[in-house]
């Protein structure tokens, strides 16, 4: 089956840097844009950042962009978040998330586009 894994968050102070990573088993990963997501406490999912299947194009949210960096290792079926100048605002629990890009199943800032899902991984920035 579809497993994607987050791993890397934890807490960092203001200004700080994490590097997230996504590792995906049980699907064709070039064939899958990737995004990133994250939810914050009493807030919804709202869309980070994503990757097309290649690695070629990357789309970010308007909050981010600048301070993070999404890439991808398909070779090793992996997806990454490099996330430099933290701000409290960024705490969240951050999701990876895979979108088949062999159908159009709605734009890569949607939820509800993509196909799987990992399980989280906590980040937290003190101010």
């Known amino acids: 089956q579809v497993q994607l894994v987050e791993s890397g968050g934890g807490l960092v102070q203001a200004g700080g840097s994490l590097r997230l990573s996504c590792a995906a088993s049980g699907l064709t990963f070039n064939n899958y844009y990737m995004g990133w997501f994250r939810q914050a406490p009493g807030k919804e999912r709202e869309f980070v950042a994503a990757i097309t299947s290649g690695g070629g194009r990357t789309y970010y949210a308007d909050s981010v962009k600048g301070r993070f960096t999404i890439s991808r290792d398909n070779a090793k079926n992996t997806l990454y978040l490099q996330m430099n100048s933290l701000k409290p605002e960024d705490t969240a629990i951050y999701y990876c998330?895979?979108?088949?890009?062999?159908?159009?199943?709605?734009?890569?800032?949607?939820?509800?586009?993509?196909?799987?899902w990992g399980q989280g991984t906590q980040v937290t920035v003190s101010s």
């Open positions: 998330a895979g979108k088949n890009s062999l159908y159009y199943g709605g734009p890569y800032y949607a939820t509800t586009a993509y196909d799987y």
